[in-house]
């Protein structure tokens, strides 16, 4: 299982940014995804997730500012990520889930697989 995100960066507040993930050496379509974040001195906590059809559920701080998509042709995950707030700034990483189904709850047990992460820098 290979997962690598790009697309993190330096933005201002109120900017965007959209990160990918690209997934390999697995059935990419048969498994639910999800992005997670780690701020420094802070733990990692779930961002937004998606069911390997599509079905996607977000942390209360991102709704309506984050979007979880994916492309099973592709084999790639997606977060685009608008209206960014400075505390949105963290090292964002690219998850995959236990099986198609997706928890109900974002939480780092329900996911086996991680990438490297990719840093999101918001500035005031």
């Known amino acids: 299982v290979q997962l690598v995100e790009s697309g993190g960066g330096s933005v201002q507040s109120g900017g965007s940014l959209r990160l990918s993930c690209a997934a390999s050496g697995f059935t990419f379509n048969s498994y639910a995804m999800a992005w997670f974040r780690q701020a420094p001195g802070k733990e990692r906590e779930g961002v937004a997730g998606i069911s390997s059809g599509g079905s996607a559920i977000y942390a209360d701080s991102v709704k309506g500012r984050f979007t979880i998509s994916r492309d099973n042709a592709k084999n790639t995950l997606y977060l685009e990520m608008n209206s960014l707030k400075p505390e949105d700034t963290a090292i964002y990483y690219c998850?995959?889930?236990?099986?198609?189904?997706?928890?109900?709850?974002?939480?780092?047990?329900?996911?086996?697989?991680w990438g490297q992460g990719t840093q999101v820098t918001v500035s005031s």
């Open positions: 998850a995959r889930g236990n099986s198609w189904f997706l928890p109900r709850f974002l939480t780092a047990e329900n996911y086996n697989s």
